[in-house]
Structure formats: structure tokens, C-alpha cells
């Protein structure tokens, strides 16, 4: 296409006066309001000795499954959007104990990594590792939080004692009363599981005779079909996902295995939670402002490099 | 200084250099001496140019998001530091001020846990101090710093109101508690009135080890100390009384405020029976607590953005005018 010298020049002043229209619109157009939704969650994590085995996979190396569980909450923290609310809380023994309600995960976000390094086997005050006790005391907790939090359980589902399918804990709740995601982490195989002692330092691990094998109710019982010989592999932890996913049907959450993404997490997260919308300004500048670059460097590029222009 | 939103822009920036080659707009005259020579039309071919060159550059410049990051300046400021040390044990669950089972109730009296009292009132005491810096410590057996010292309000509230939430823990380790406190101020420096702010039910024997260790932190950290002790016996007292039940001389909260009381370093112990003396308590160590303190402000994230748009607007500007200028010359010897 050739253009004559007259139209060029008409054409250039045209693109270049809406060019300054544009740089002028990024300026002083008042910021657009949108709508966001946010949610409020409440990141629970297991402390609990299962935790240090190492078969996580964190940026291609093995780290302890609490390292993941650490690093994953804080990438979540940041993929939530600004405005979100979350908060953490450990879970060691039966019971699952906040540490800090939810706060704006933007403005907080100093304080809320600053308090989940912290978390570590040490925080402990008991040795067992009752899972599905643990959720449902998170779920008992949430109700008192105003608002209402979605709940995030990190864990790898390994229960100590060992509980029997048909006597599971009984969950007084109402399932989906409380919304909310398990995220199951660790590998497939069966690990040895690393011993803290009451300081909380690694010792060792635990040996096949340390631990229970059974549930406890259920070997008081001479019911045979229920204390089937099982093999002895408690003080062994890999990801328990099928029980993981009972446990989450039970109490009407989702159930998400070793996710890769933390923005996927968030996706569920959002998916699963009462979102709440929240209006935000939205700066249109960077539209403008582009388009304002693209219609000058159309002005100026080089076309006479790839075809005549003279006249 | 100037940090950027979207860096990778920045590689753009030679297209700043586009003018200088581009002729799009330049007319080829067949013989080039017919052109006349001044120095003006050199002077603004140039200009031009440039400008041409500034608005592409401010343009990207303004794309990629400059802005000034989120920075701390010092101020001083009338406040002071706490590390509120909150017991989490059983016992802590209990209601708060109950009267003895074996009187008959004769004022109505709230059924609230002492765990819950403690978290509203420090709330309410956190609230009415804005400048303070805060941290927290949970502990019960075993001590654990979950809030290193923060300004952040939100995170301090947040903290504090989930200290009310559900059950206790096991049982109270003081002595566990405050070496933890008093870590908190380790490596920082001296900003101004230092506090352990100790909240508990119980007291504990320490031994000679533990005194003389807890004695030289406090001392070299020059920390202040407060026990909010939250009275489990009715009509006992910290201190001896002359009418004392011989039961209480050997009460664990009496030695450990006997211990207290021998430290070099400011301690004051506060017993709440009553809500109102917890609210006495509290507003006590609030009046006390106004000394000159160094704080970290934190100014927020300012974004630079508008600056280069106002660059680009003027060169934007400049090279419209010249441009309709150009046209219009041109409208008018093509009609000629």
C-alpha cells in the first residue's frame, strides 16, 4: 500500500493527536470500579512427626512434607488477591489450635510468613495424630470466627492411633456447614517416620513397636471380621489419600492430593468458599497508555526498510 | 530506588530509537541543493526527534510500573514495646472470678472463661495504643514466639482474638514463657520502654538456675515486667497478708512474686479478681506506659507512574502541534 506524501502527513498528525488524547485519558480518567471476589480462609497445618518425612517435591528436591506444606501456604498467600482474608493455625494431637484469626492477606502478609516459619515439630504439646478429630475441632472453631472461614487442611492424613474404618470418629457437625479443602501431601510410598522427642528435635524414628497397629477400640473387640491380622506398617507414612478423601466426604469438603500449583489451590479455595464480593478501583492507564505507544510507534516504524514510500 | 512492576518492558526501550531512522514522513526531493539550509529547521528537525524519542521512551517507562517500594522511615513516638505472654493451659478455661460453690451467688456473675476476659481486655488495651509495637507469645508447657514484634495491628488483633478461641492446652511453664518473651528483643535495638506483659493463673517454682538466668535477661535487656495474675483462690493474695490462711504461705504464685519482686528490673503484679480490677490493671499499665520510643513507620508503595505519563504528555503535546502545523502547511501547498 503506497500512501501519498499528503496523506501521510494528514494520516501522522491524526494517529499522533489521538495518541495524546489517549496519554491524556491515563491520566486524569477516574479509576473504574470492579468487583473482586474474595474469600476468607484458614490455613491449618499438621505439625505432627509424619510431617518431616521427606518425600515432598518442592521446586524438583525432596523436602519434608511440612517444608511443602510451609512454602505452599505462603506461594497461596500470594496468589490470593488483595482484600482476601486468611489465617493459620497447627494442628498437633486431636485438635486444631488458630494462632491468628484471618487477616488481609496484602497488608499481612510480613506477619502471617513470620508466624508460619515458626511452625515447626517443636509447637507440639503431644505426640499423636488424630486427623479427623483435628478437622472436625477446626470446623467447631471456624463457627466462631465472624466471618465464617473456609478452611484449609495440610496434612498427610496419617492417623496415630490408627482408627478402624467402621469406628470412625463421629462428626457432630453439619457436613458443608463449614466450607472447605483438605490438601493432602506427601508421596505414595510408605517412609519411615522421624521420632521428635519432647523438645521437639528429631531422634531416630519410630520403630514397628512404638507404635499402635490398630484401632484401639477396635482390638478390644473380639468381632473377627474386624480385627483381620493386618500388616504392621503404622510407624510407615505415605500419603493417606483414600482415607483423606473419606474424611473430606464426611464433612462435605474438597480434597485436593499434592496440588502443583498454589493458584490452583486458591482457584478451589474461591470454588469451594461464600465468596464475598469487594469493589477495588481499577486503574485503566496501562491500556491506554499502551495503546498511546502502539499509535506512535506506528508512526514511526520504519516501513521504507520493507517498502517504498517515497513519492 | 526505583523499582518496576513489569522490568521485562524495560528491553523495549531501544524502540525509543525508532525516529531516528524512520522517513515516514520526510519528502524526497529530487535534487537536494534545492533545499534551503537554516539553522532553525536543523535545530527542530532534532528537537523533534527527540521528543518523538522521550514519548516513546516515558511511554514504556510509564507501562512498566515504576514505583517507589514500600519503605520504613523512624519516627519518634510516645509508646512503648510488649510482648504479651498469654498462659493457654487448662486451667485458663476456667470461668473467670467464679464465686466459691459453697456461697450462695448473690450478685450475678458472667460465665466467661478467664482465657476469653484476658483476650477482650488486651484487645481493648491493644486498640487504645497505636503506636506500640506488639508480639506474642503462646505458651502453655512449652513456649513458642508465633508473633515476633509487629506493628501490624491487624496481626496483633488477629492474633490476640484467636488466643480466645476453643480449648486449653496442657499445663504452664513460666519460667518457659518468659525466656521466650525476653528473646523477642534479642538483636533489636533499644527503641524505648521494653514490656513483658505476663498473663496468667498460676505461678510455678522456679529453681535457683532458672532465677539467676531470667534475673540477667531482664537486666540486660532492660525489660520491664507485668503479671496480670487472674486469682484462682478467692481472698488470696499475692502478697502475705497478716490474717493469711496458712494454706497460701507456700503457693506457687506467691514465691514466683516473692522472685519477682527481688528482680533489679521494674515489676509490677496486678491481681484481677474482678473485671473491674482487670480493667484497673490494664488501664494502669496504659497510663504508665507513655515514654519517648522509637517507631518504625511504614510508608507505603508509591507508585511513580503519572510522573512519566506528564512526560510523555508534554513531548505528546509539543509533537501534535508540530505535526498539525506540518499538515496543515501541506493541506495548504497541495490546494495551491
Redesign the interface.
Given at each position: 500500500m503506497r500512501l501519498s506524501?499528503?496523506k501521510?502527513?494528514?494520516l501522522?498528525?491524526i494517529i499522533?493527536?489521538v495518541?495524546?488524547i489517549l496519554?491524556?485519558a491515563?491520566?486524569w480518567m477516574p479509576h473504574i470500579k470492579r468487583d473482586v471476589k474474595i474469600m476468607d480462609a484458614l490455613f491449618v497445618i499438621d505439625i505432627t512427626d509424619s510431617m518431616n518425612v521427606e518425600d515432598a517435591t518442592l521446586n524438583g528436591d525432596k523436602v519434608s512434607r511440612l517444608t511443602w506444606a510451609k512454602e505452599f501456604t505462603r506461594r497461596a498467600f500470594l496468589d490470593m488477591p488483595c482484600g482476601a482474608h486468611a489465617?493459620l493455625?497447627i494442628f498437633s494431637e486431636a485438635?486444631?489450635?488458630?494462632?491468628?484469626?484471618?487477616?488481609?492477606v496484602c497488608?499481612?502478609y510480613?506477619?502471617?510468613t513470620?508466624?508460619l516459619n515458626?511452625f515447626d515439630p517443636?509447637?507440639a504439646?503431644?505426640r499423636s495424630s488424630e486427623v479427623s478429630k483435628a478437622v472436625y475441632?477446626a470446623i467447631?472453631?471456624a463457627k466462631?470466627?465472624e466471618p465464617e472461614p473456609t478452611i484449609v487442611f495440610v496434612t498427610d492424613g496419617h492417623e496415630s492411633p490408627p482408627i478402624n474404618e467402621s469406628l470412625f470418629p463421629r462428626f457432630d457437625g453439619k457436613p458443608g456447614e463449614i466450607h472447605g479443602v483438605i490438601v493432602g501431601v506427601g508421596g505414595e510410598d510408605l517412609l519411615p517416620i522421624p521420632k521428635t522427642n519432647e523438645e521437639?528435635e528429631i531422634e531416630g524414628f519410630w520403630d514397628v513397636n512404638d507404635v499402635m497397629h490398630q484401632d484401639v477400640y477396635a482390638s478390644l473387640r473380639a468381632d473377627t471380621n474386624m480385627n483381620v491380622p493386618q500388616a504392621r506398617t503404622e510407624h510407615l507414612s505415605s500419603q493417606k489419600k483414600s482415607h483423606l478423601r473419606t474424611l473430606a466426604d464426611r464433612v462435605g469438603f474438597e480434597f485436593v492430593s499434592s496440588p502443583t500449583k498454589p493458584g490452583k489451590l486458591v482457584d478451589v479455595i474461591s470454588k469451594v468458599s461464600e465468596t464475598r464480593p469487594q469493589t477495588i478501583d481499577y486503574d485503566l492507564?496501562?491500556w491506554f497508555?499502551?495503546i498511546?505507544?502502539a499509535l506512535?510507534?506506528l508512526?514511526?516504524?520504519?516501513?521504507?526498510w520493507f517498502i517504498r514510500?517515497?513519492? | 530506588m526505583l523499582s518496576w512492576e513489569l522490568p521485562i518492558l524495560l528491553w523495549l526501550l531501544p524502540?525509543a530509537l525508532?525516529?531516528w531512522?524512520?522517513?515516514?514522513?520526510e519528502?524526497?526531493v529530487a535534487w537536494q541543493a534545492m533545499l534551503p539550509h537554516d539553522r532553525l529547521s536543523q535545530f527542530l528537525t532534532l528537537l523533534l526527534k527527540s521528543l518523538?524519542s522521550l514519548?516513546?521512551a516515558a511511554?514504556?517507562l510509564?507501562?512498566a510500573?515504576p514505583f517507589i517500594p514500600e519503605r520504613l522511615v523512624e519516627r519518634s513516638r510516645q509508646g512503648a514495646e510488649f510482648v504479651i505472654a498469654l498462659d493457654r493451659s487448662r486451667s485458663m478455661d476456667d470461668i473467670f472470678a467464679r464465686p466459691p460453690r459453697n456461697t450462695l451467688p448473690i450478685e450475678a456473675f458472667s460465665t466467661r472463661s478467664k482465657r476469653t476476659v484476658s483476650g477482650d481486655y488486651l484487645l481493648e488495651f491493644v486498640k487504645r495504643r497505636p503506636d506500640d509495637r506488639f508480639g506474642y507469645i503462646?505458651f502453655?508447657?512449652?513456649a513458642?514466639?508465633?508473633?515476633?514484634l509487629?506493628y501490624?495491628r491487624?496481626?496483633i488483633l488477629?492474633?490476640i482474638?484467636?488466643g480466645g478461641?476453643?480449648?486449653g492446652?496442657?499445663k504452664t511453664d513460666i519460667f518457659q514463657a518468659l525466656s521466650k518473651a525476653a528473646s523477642l528483643f534479642e538483636g533489636e535495638p533499644y527503641r524505648g520502654s521494653r514490656n513483658i506483659l505476663l498473663i496468667s493463673d498460676g505461678g510455678e517454682i522456679l529453681d535457683a538456675d532458672e532465677k539467676t538466668q531470667l534475673q540477667r535477661r531482664l537486666a540486660d535487656m532492660r525489660i520491664n515486667l507485668y503479671w496480670i495474675y487472674l486469682r484462682t483462690v478467692r481472698g488470696m493474695t499475692l502478697d502475705e497478708q497478716e490474717d493469711d490462711n496458712l494454706l497460701w504461705l507456700d503457693m506457687p504464685e506467691r514465691k514466683l512474686h516473692t522472685f519477682f519482686k527481688s528482680l533489679n528490673t521494674p515489676y509490677q503484679a496486678f491481681e484481677a479478681g474482678s473485671l473491674k480490677e482487670f480493667a484497673a490493671a490494664i488501664d494502669e499499665i496504659h497510663r504508665q506506659q507513655y515514654q519517648p520510643l522509637i517507631v518504625e513507620e511504614r510508608l507505603p508503595k508509591q507508585s511513580r507512574?503519572?510522573l512519566f505519563?506528564?512526560l510523555?504528555?508534554l513531548c505528546?503535546?509539543v509533537?501534535?502541534m508540530a505535526?498539525?502545523y506540518?499538515?496543515w502547511g501541506?493541506?495548504r501547498a497541495?490546494r495551491q
Open positions: 506524501y499528503q501521510r502527513i494528514t501522522t498528525a499522533m493527536t495518541a495524546l496519554v491524556m491515563a491520566l489465617g493455625a485438635r486444631s489450635l488458630i494462632l491468628m484469626n484471618p487477616v488481609e497488608a499481612s510480613h506477619d502471617l513470620q508466624m515458626k517443636h509447637m504439646w503431644a475441632t467447631r472453631q466462631e470466627i521437639g492507564y496501562a497508555a499502551g498511546a505507544l506512535i510507534l508512526v514511526y516504524l520504519p516501513y521504507g514510500t517515497d513519492d | 524502540l525508532l525516529p531512522f524512520s522517513h515516514n514522513t519528502k524526497t518523538s514519548a516513546i511511554l514504556l510509564a507501562l510500573g503462646l502453655s508447657t512449652r513458642t514466639e508465633i508473633l515476633p509487629s501490624n491487624d496481626a488477629a492474633t482474638a484467636a478461641l476453643g480449648k492446652l496442657s507512574v503519572n505519563l506528564y510523555a504528555l505528546c503535546a509533537l501534535v505535526r498539525l506540518t499538515g501541506v493541506y497541495y
